[in-house]
């Protein structure tokens, strides 16, 4: 009895881990996205790209996503300093699916005239 017990609880505990780190992988996906017309447009073909987002929001994403201390990096700096007015900051998602799960990369891109012109990269799935 013991011992269907104990495995139980350790199916039970597994299929929660599992859960939760599809929860972190999914919890990149971008809630407010653009078509994929936008995304072609302004270079990033085959991935999915949030609407424009402030500073603000980009910082907090970041923290929600596990970055403990984006607004303390380097190349959030670079952003900072390179930012004008008229540009844009998005949330770019590149991960492709396959039969082991998924692959890509995720990051903050700073758009400007149609292209990225800094970037914060963060997360990396393989």
């Not at 609880?9 to 994929?36: D, K, Q």
């Not at 999915?48 to 984006?70: N, T």
């Not at 190349?75 to 692959?103: F, M, N, P």
Request: positive net charge; contains cysteine; glycine residues 10%.
């Amino acid at each position: 009895m013991r011992g269907t017990l104990l495995r139980g609880l350790s199916v039970a505990l597994a299929t929660a881990a599992t859960f939760a780190f599809s929860g972190c992988v999914e919890s990149t996906i971008l809630p407010n996205s653009e078509p994929a017309s936008v995304a072609k447009r302004l270079g990033v073909p085959g991935c999915q790209l949030s609407v424009p987002m402030s500073q603000s929001e980009v910082v907090l994403s970041a923290k929600r996503d596990g970055d403990p201390h984006p607004e303390a990096r380097d190349d959030w700096a670079r952003i900072v300093a390179t930012y004008q007015h008229g540009d844009e900051l998005r949330k770019v998602s590149c991960l492709t699916r396959g039969r082991y799960g998924a692959a890509g990369d995720i990051y903050f891109g700073l758009f400007r005239g149609g292209a990225i012109i800094a970037k914060l990269n963060y997360i990396i799935v393989n």
